[in-house]
């Protein structure tokens, strides 16, 4: 669960969530039922009930070229049966882009109802078969899955019959038992979740930037003197100055109500609406003129008769309301600066995983922030004599929070491109207009130019030269981005410039990262034999988040890397590969349910793997081994912690060498 980015990179922090493994998940619950139509003809109702923040891909894939999961339907016993009228129909949504293919898909969350009308051929038939195979997939990872339907026309009971697969697809079932040994000294290992209160702690962090602009700073000295002062005792003040504060606080969270009932109405709504390329384009548009209001070349605000209004209401009723009306003067005077780090805050929510409760999190944090200065000092109101004077810093905050906006206008754009392939914004090209925005600020900042409010300056401060120092360390950090080497991944930004694929460069290697791979179970043991190095078994998926953050910020660390690469013979099993086996290789699976899976693609065939050995279906899943199937550390499933992955696979390494 992973978690996906957001307001990490608006404030350059990071926002992420996980979920639990280790389990055989189901996700997805199918029901069916039949409306007569008439004697001979018949709709049949196929109905997925998914579980809450799992969903599940259309038929048709919206790009004939794409890569992304389809959900098919295999109506059997047809043959002079029954006959199909027409497509089998499906819930009508709007396309969203899928940044795992970088594609345009329609799918489903909390239900999905598929129609098919039948008419018989045969009058006596009282008994329709149908297959269904889809993927269904929630925000970090993807499991395959399938549903055999036994659908009686007549409401006549249907008996079970014993299920038996043949002695050929009995044999080729065993074989997928690797029975493996060493149970008994490593047990399986699991990431609990963590919470999304992380948000919160982002957005606390733009709350503390916007106290350093020139709209709200100066107003706390002058708000806390005013409460202490223009009360008729010190407890009084102190009193107001609290509800002050926890007005604020109060205002910025009821901001995010109406979002919640967008998302209540349509819980994919926010991300329907996010992944828009015209909403993308919009919030490009919005982010340069942010950018260019913090440089000065206009002011953002509000129209002053709000705040007069609210100002005169203040004073008119005074006491606790009178106080709430001055919280809301505050928050609509300081528009013109708050204004485009909740645009940030805004932006980054919708195209977040969590949506409206992750914005929530955010605007409380923002709020909870801008509160507490007004609090703090009216309770200890000597702290007020440590405060800097307002100055030209404080348009220096503005103008640095104004290239931040422009590099942040950059990502609502490369999503509108990777939307619709138009190649504007390649990795490298994204990149290297970050080290441009990048030198802009180093140049603003040692004094080489200057915007329209800024003075003159006289000397370079402190705060500018390390702020400058800091930049040119980011922008040397990127410069590693434009090139087609193991360290042009800069992994920590994994996930906000586009992804590594979509590149300038031709990649040299499918496996992640160019290390050496395979992709076949029987050549990789064959490869650990013969160069005598351990197993590094990677069961994962093309649509797997968590899968692809894993290869981008674990495995590339150098030490994980060169131990990857020097040590292990890494077989990656992508449990979602559509390519068909050999005929002689397809088989009927018996599963444990006593169902029957046709094994007729790799992907099937590497699930059927998974969950025969390991009891799990979740992805990304690690196993060390040996090539005699005996494993050498416990099993993984994901581990962001670097170091920690690291001394999972020198602790397997160590084992194997014994």
Not at 115 to 130: H, R
Not at 211 to 217: E, G, K, S
Not at 220 to 241: H, Q, W
Not at 550 to 568: F, G, I, R
Request: hydrophobic residues 45%; proline residues 4%.
């Amino acid at each position: 669960m992973i978690i996906k980015k957001g307001f990490l990179f608006c404030l350059l922090a990071i926002c992420f969530s996980f979920n639990i493994y280790g389990q055989i998940l189901e996700p997805v619950k199918w029901e069916s039922k039949v409306e007569k139509i008439s004697d001979t003809s018949f709709n049949l109702i196929l109905k997925a009930n998914i579980d809450k923040g799992w969903y599940i891909y259309s038929q048709n894939r919206q790009d004939p070229d794409g890569f992304a999961p389809e959900t098919f339907f295999e109506f059997r016993n047809q043959d002079n049966n029954y006959k199909l009228e027409g497509k089998t129909s499906e819930p009508n949504v709007a396309p969203v882009f899928d940044e795992i293919f970088g594609e345009n898909v329609k799918k489903f969350k909390d239900q999905a109802i598929f129609k098919q009308k039948i008419t018989l051929l045969k009058a006596d038939l009282n008994q329709v078969e149908v297959f269904v195979e889809y993927q269904t997939c929630d925000n970090s990872k993807c499991i395959p899955g399938d549903f055999t339907f036994n659908i009686s026309l007549d409401g006549s009971i249907i008996e079970k019959k014993a299920v038996e697969i043949d002695e050929r697809s009995q044999q080729l079932s065993e074989a997928l038992n690797l029975n493996i040994t060493g149970w008994d000294k490593h047990e399986k290992q699991s990431v609990e979740e963590q919470s999304n209160i992380s948000i919160f702690f982002l957005g606390f962090l733009g709350g503390l930037i916007a106290l350093l602009t020139p709209c709200v700073f100066p107003m706390i000295p002058l708000t806390v003197s005013f409460f202490t002062k223009s009360a008729k005792d010190s407890k009084k003040g102190l009193v107001n100055s609290i509800l002050y504060g926890f007005f604020i606080f109060l205002i910025y969270v009821l901001l995010s109500i109406p979002f919640h009932l967008l998302d209540s109405v349509d819980p994919g709504i926010l991300n329907n609406i996010s992944t828009n390329v015209t909403l993308n384009i919009i919030f490009f548009i919005i982010f340069i003129v942010f950018a260019f209001s913090f440089f000065g070349y206009f002011e953002l605000t509000l129209p002053q008769s709000w705040s007069a209004a609210m100002d005169d209401r203040a004073n008119k009723i005074g006491g606790v309301i009178g106080i709430f009306f001055m919280a809301l003067t505050l928050a609509i005077v300081s528009f013109s600066c708050t204004g485009p780090i909740l645009g940030t805050l805004l932006g980054s929510s919708l195209t977040a995983d969590g949506g409206a409760m992750q914005l929530s999190m955010g605007m409380s944090g923002f709020g909870l922030a801008l509160a507490l200065p007004f609090s703090l000092f009216a309770m200890f109101p000597k702290w007020l004599n440590s405060l800097p004077k307002s100055g030209g810093w404080l348009n220096t905050v503005k103008v640095v929070l104004g290239f931040i906006e422009l590099a942040l206008a950059l990502k609502f754009l490369s999503n509108a491109d990777l939307v619709e392939q138009w190649g504007l914004l390649k990795r490298e090209v994204f990149i290297g207009l970050w080290i441009l925005i990048g030198i802009g600020l180093i140049l603003y900042l040692f004094g080489k130019i200057k915007f329209p409010h800024d003075g003159p300056l006289q000397k370079l401060g402190k705060g500018r030269i390390t702020t400058g120092i800091l930049v040119i360390a980011f922008v040397i950090y990127l410069i590693p981005g434009l090139t087609n080497t193991k360290w042009a991944n800069l992994k920590l930004l994994s996930g906000f410039p586009p992804p590594m694929f979509y590149s300038l460069y031709e990649k040299a290697s499918e496996c992640p990262l160019d290390l050496n791979c395979t992709k076949d179970l029987d050549e990789g043991i064959a490869l650990s034999k013969a160069e005598n190095k351990p197993i590094l078994l990677d069961f994962t998926g093309w649509a797997c988040v968590n899968c692809r953050q894993m290869e981008e910020q674990v495995w590339s660390k150098s030490e994980v890397y060169d131990m990857l690469k020097d040590n292990y013979v890494i077989i990656s099993l992508y449990v979602d590969d559509r390519r068909e086996l050999s005929k002689e290789k397809q088989f009927d699976y018996l599963r444990s349910n006593g169902t029957v899976k046709t094994i007729e693609t790799k992907g099937d065939k590497w699930t059927a793997l998974q969950t025969t050995n390991f009891e799990d279906n979740s992805q990304p899943y690690y196993v060390l081994l040996n090539a005699d199937m005996e494993l050498l550390n416990a099993t993984n499933a994901y581990e962001p912690n670097a170091e920690a992955y690291f001394d999972w696979l020198k602790t397997g390494l160590d084992n194997f060498n014994k």
